[in-house]
């Protein structure tokens, strides 16, 4: 859904074919989300069709490509909505090291202590490396790039205090079991 609300944000600056909306959108977001071209062309087509944009020279067999689009009065509207809006997710997130921690705590035959203690290592190690892009950063060009290492530095701290919880509640199970 954010690919959208980001290309109405970038509409909402300024006219714009698909191209300019590409490396905008990749440079806004510290140039860690790359777009493919054709997802965003297939979103423009879909605001489009929704009313909220539209071609500046309205030509429907005109080039893609070539094609500025503008945001419209209905889109304004819903990108002021998103962003007036709290981002709250209505079901937790499919994450790979979730579903992993959790069919191995299943599965019986697994030590899932040593799972986690190498998945801490290894966060550890990501968080020591985002620390070190954070440092080399300049805050007054990088400005984007320093929030989304904020951003991903708080979830792998968060990532280490949830493995954490995890293998204390493991060996606390485990302590009950043993008695």
Not at 25 to 32: I, Q
Not at 94 to 120: F, M, N, P, Y
């Amino acid at each position: 859904m954010s690919v959208r609300y980001g290309l109405l944000a970038l509409l909402d600056e300024a006219p714009s074919h698909g191209y300019q909306l590409k490396t905008a959108f990749e440079r806004r977001t510290g140039g860690n989300w790359a777009l493919n071209i054709g997802q965003v062309y297939t979103t423009i087509q879909r605001l489009e069709r929704d009313g909220l944009v539209e071609s500046l020279d309205g030509d429907p067999a005109a080039d893609d490509e070539r094609r500025a689009y503008r945001i419209t009065q209905a889109g304004r509207s819903q990108l002021a909505a998103w962003f007036d809006n709290p981002v709250v997710p209505e079901a937790p997130a499919r994450d790979e090291l979730t579903i992993k921690v959790l069919l191995a705590v299943a599965a019986g035959d697994i030590d899932v202590s040593v799972l986690l203690q190498r998945q801490r290592r290894a966060s550890i190690e990501q968080l020591q490396a985002y620390t070190r892009r954070k440092a080399k950063a300049d805050p007054k060009r990088d400005m984007a790039f320093l929030i989304l290492l904020d951003a991903l530095i708080f979830r792998t701290e968060a990532e280490i205090r949830w493995l954490d919880a995890c293998d204390a509640r493991i060996r606390s199970v485990s302590k009950e079991a043993a008695r």
